[in-house]
């Protein structure tokens, strides 16, 4: 026994000395691999802050070029765009709110050197006396800041400024303009810069071309140039604006150095988070090149102190110290207690559990910051919403190691429901079995509906434990789901959805590992709400591009469209040998749908006008909508011209039937102008204008009908556009002239008033007739201040004829349609009676039926005030318009002007005899006087009197006739039968 023991002796001796051998092995494994834990995770943390700040520069410079495209595409949506128009915009993005560190939005305009004076002087027009383009001196070449939004007191020292004199900024607007892309420049020094806290700049340029005009090649775009829209930035003030709540996180832990251009020069230093002189070497560090725009910035980021100092890894040490501590005592306790050995074994399991268990926690971190950069990397290339909330999933299970993830979007039911939109991992059907909602009820307890409704991470440690897991508990229990978290998806101050990630294990969510998630479920929401944005920026574009081509109401080709098809019909022509045919047609009256039954109506009108026509043309046919009730129609690879003919014909013939819109049965029908290549032109513009001056023609013809162009028609075509042209030159220097034409009571021959009638004296036409002018003054609208002017001419030549002693005698003036659509005809009346002095019972307003037609609620409105001022009112041209009756059954009229038509055929046309009759019945029916206009004969008066007619006009009794000439007559009488 003795010697069994001392045998024994020696070899328990030894235990303790290899226990303690062993536990010290086995703690510096433990510390080693602890403290290699911690340096990897801090090294993933640093990388992910790294993809970070790259993902946010991107994301961020993306949306300024957004910013950007928005404004071009306002001058591409418009023929010009005026600077209330461009500030309205830029007022309307909230620059300061969603955009930070943007200095504004700016348009450069390109200015060649012919261009300069005129548009300096332009520009001084709008309000800016002082302007004028900086710096001074003759250039190839300017590039002028005319719009730059916000105005305050830093982007006012921007205005004016050519930045094409500048080489930096000169390089990028050279490459946006050849490229059609946008670019931004290196680093220069913003001149809205005033000396304090000046910072590093750049530039964003966007170049904006003629609307319609070609850019697809780089000599095209630079022909068609017009400017650039682009945006000036301060770095310190961008990158506060990017980082956003990130921005004293790294200025704390890491160093951000941005440099202008391929390699890291002090020169080229664009920002520096840190800005302090560099210390030890760090623990982390990374140069990273950054493509922008057809530019390249190069990113320094390095560790500081305070991020480095957690790499001193105070849980290792722990461990070493722990481990050693507790292998001497274990040691100690083999020595002292040799036969204690179990307890010994018993705290070494302890010890041994209490190390992995941090070890799993740690590996538990480690694996939630790779899910959370991994997801970061395919939040910065997502490109469609549905495909990032699957593959976020899929990396929850896969990268993450979870059991089951999947999103759910908040739908605003009555049920409040919870729809399923994406999923990966272990699911068998379990999300069609459940039923989940975000209400107040049984089934919107549970984390998902609880985070939805709350905006708040739900954790769920364990499925069985936990109460309000009923609903899905056995479904849940069945797939091994044991613990699970839901975390809101906010965007835009919303509650999107929720994403749940499930575990196989219970308690597997602690509050480091909730953190990260939290973390990961923001940037899921952010990047669904960019993804969302960008969509509407494309449907944005795509409507953008539509209306640059088709017209919006009827979905026709616009006269861009037709243009560019014609181009191509017209290469195909050339080498077939084929003709080509161009119709304008113009709706006959269609102005009387608009006003009779409104503009709604109209549109309609047109669309099923639109529709007859497309019957009639062939597939290879273009019908395109020119404006308002005006269309073209382009027929190609033609060889018979009785084809033309023919459909000529068939365009009439679909008109035969009424228009059925809404009810209202509607006879339409086109006057139709055509042209033929190559004899009427062998070019787009040449075509339209010869067929455009044919329609004439067929208007002439009575409408309804066609013609071809002929050389006179454009004749006729061009001395209207001359006169046209006059008019504003007659209205400057006083070529019009007004005469009276007496009106004369027939019951005694005594004469009551006048007719104001205006003439044109044309310097080398001599007295242009009114039939001439007067229309070409209506469609120009130099009718309204024409008519302004014998209006006041009128009153006070009336008001003359009573200073010399004359009775006071009523002068007619006729208004026109378009002076109470464009004009405020109360006020000019007003006006007019108040400079004359004249009495306002010695003025009659003439009024065509057609006036009556428009806006018919505020014509009537101006009708009645004008009456109360004391105005007499008439209505021109009786019996040639429409309801007539209806109308002065609701208005205070004075006398009834029957047309010289009828007046004119009183004594051979048995229907005009009886209209007059019937027109001066009514009249004295609703106590009217009655005037007939156009008298000529003996013969026509004495019908008139024997129908007991009021008054009358005409040649028979004067000629139109100065205002001398006429106070003459109204002294002596005018010719009356004995």
Known sequence: MNVLASTALPRLRLLPPAILLLGLALTYALQDAARTSYHRALHDEFAFRVNEVVRDLNTRMTKYE????????????????????????????????????????????????????????????????????????????????????????????????????????????????????????????????????????????????????????EPERRANLVGWVYAPFRMDDLMRGILGRHFGEIAEALDLEIYDGEAPQTRSLMFDSDGRVSGPGPAFRLVKPLPLFGHRWTLVISSLPAFDARLRADRANTILVGGALGSAMLALVVWLLVTGRARALALAERMTADLRHSEERQRRLNRALRLLSACNTTLVHAQEEHKLLTDICRLAVETGGYLMAWVGYAEHDDARTVRPIAQSGYENGYLDAIHVSWDDGEFGQGPTGTAIRTGLPCVNQNVLANPKMAPWKQAAVQRGYQSSIALPLIGNAEVLGALTIYAREADAFDADEVALLEELASDLAYGIVSLRTRAEHEVAKGKLAFLAQFDPLTHLPNRLLLRDRFEHALRIARSEHTTMAMFYLDVDHFKQVNDSLGHEMGDKALVAVVGRLQQCIRATDTLSRMSGDEFAILLTGLRDPAAIVGMANAIRDAFADPLVVDGHSLTLSCSVGISVFPTDGSDFDTLLKSADAAVQGAKAAGRNTYRFFTLEMNADLQDQMRLTGDLSRALRQGEFRILFQPQVDLRDGRITGA????????????????????????????????????????????????????????????????????????????????????????????????????????????????????????????????????????????????????????????DSASIVEAIIQLGHILQLEVIAEGVETDAQLAFLRASRCDEAQGYLFSRPVTAEAFAQQARHGVRWPG
């Open 66 to 217: 957004q910013v950007l495209e928005g404004a071009a595409g306002l001058f591409a949506a418009s023929d010009s765009v005026d600077r209330s128009e461009f500030a309205e915009y830029v007022g309307m993005l909230r620059l300061d709110e969603k955009y930070p560190g943007i200095q504004g939005v700016g348009f450069a305009q390109w200015v060649r050197p012919d261009e300069k004076a005129a548009h300096v002087a332009r520009v001084r027009a709008e309000g800016f006396p002082r302007y004028d383009i900086r710096p001074a001196g003759d250039r190839d070449a300017y590039s002028a800041i005319v719009y730059l939004e916000p105005f305050d007191w830093r982007n006012q020292r921007a205005f004016g400024y050519d930045m094409y004199s500048e080489p930096v900024r000169r390089a990028a607007m050279a490459e946006a303009r050849d490229s059609g892309a946008t670019a931004i420049s290196g680093k220069v020094r913003l001149v809205q810069e005033s000396g304090r806290d000046e910072q590093a700049g750049f530039l964003m340029y966007l170049p904006i071309y003629r609307p319609h005009a070609p850019h697809q090649t």
């Open 755 to 910: 007719e104001a009638l205006v003439r044109w004296q044309h310097p080398t036409e001599g007295l242009v007739a009114p039939a001439r002018f007067i229309p070409l003054a209506e469609r120009s609208g130099h009718i309204v201040p024409i008519g302004e002017w014998v209006l006041n001419e009128a009153c006070r030549a009336a008001r003359q004829w009573m200073d010399q002693g004359l009775p006071p005698l009523v002068v007619a003036v006729n208004l026109s349609a378009l002076q109470f659509k464009r004009g405020n005809v109360l006020e000019m009346v007003s006006a007019a009676l108040a400079a004359s002095g004249l009495p306002a019972h010695c003025l009659e307003l003439e009024l065509t039926e057609s006036v009556l037609l428009q806006d018919e609620e505020a014509t009537m409105a101006t009708l009645r005030s004008l009456k109360a001022l004391g105005a007499k009112l008439s209505i021109d041209d009786f019996g040639t318009g429409y309801s007539s009756l209806s109308y002065l059954k609701r208005l205070d009229v004075d006398k009834l002007k029957i047309d010289q038509s009828f007046v004119r055929d009183i004594l051979t046309d048995g």
